[in-house]
């Protein structure tokens, strides 16, 4: 019998990331960063000038985040005892929009931290990705953690029997960020660990909706 499966996102779930990103860009590549609403484009600012970096300077900063600094991302609290006791009920996967040459990095990082599963990589919406990893998997039931209320979306489209918890763990972050649970894409949004495993483990006890 298939067990059941989650595909869980790293970035503001696992790890924090937008904090020392912010760090990072601060202490000593001349950017401020402050999040002011939803959009993560506004927030990157030239400290000399004060003018917006241009879309191609915010992709190549987080570019350079990620082969250089992915030391700096520590784990959100409870995520890593989280993951782990899911993991003894089901299968676990970590879906990451990072560059398919960044997966190998990742699952280093997650493991120095405690967190083995295996890794996969992603750019854009993530439902075609959901499904084709339930197609490898099979598995009896799936459920999708994600920060971002985009890719609930576009899993409840793709497969739309996946129970979809929408968590943001970062708090700089969380409150900026639509809910998908209010938007009908995602079945609930709890933003901490200690109150999103006992939902999560009641959907792997529960099954398939």
């Known amino acids: 019998m298939s067990r059941p499966l989650i595909i869980c996102d790293c ?13 990072w860009l601060e202490e000593g590549e001349g950017v401020r960063f402050e999040m002011v609403g939803n959009n993560f484009g506004n927030a990157m600012r030239w400290e ?3 003018e917006l970096l241009e879309p191609k300077e915010v992709w190549h900063f987080l570019g350079r985040f990620f082969d250089t600094q992915m030391d700096r991302q520590m784990p959100i609290a409870g995520a890593v005892a989280g993951i782990n006791r899911l993991a ?12 398919d040459e960044r997966r190998d990095n990742r699952a280093r990082q997650l493991a120095d931290h405690g967190i083995t599963s295996r ?18 998997y099979a598995p009896s039931h799936s459920l999708f953690i994600d920060d971002l209320p985009q890719h609930h979306e576009s899993a409840a489209q793709a497969a739309p029997l996946t129970s979809r918890l929408h968590m943001c763990g970062e708090p700089m972050l969380a409150p900026h960020i639509e809910c998908a649970h209010e938007a009908g894409h995602a079945h609930a949004r709890i933003d901490q660990w200690s109150e999103a495993l006992p939902w999560l483990l009641e959907e792997l006890e529960n099954g398939p909706r």
């Open 48 to 50: 000399s000038s004060a």
């Open 88 to 99: 003894e009920a089901a299968d676990v996967v970590i879906l990451t929009n990072l560059a």
């Open 119 to 136: 890794v996969f990589t992603n750019q854009g919406p993530k439902g075609p990705a959901i499904r084709s990893i339930i197609e490898e």
């Open 11 to 23: 970035d503001e779930v696992l790890l924090h990331m937008i904090v020392p990103f912010k760090q």
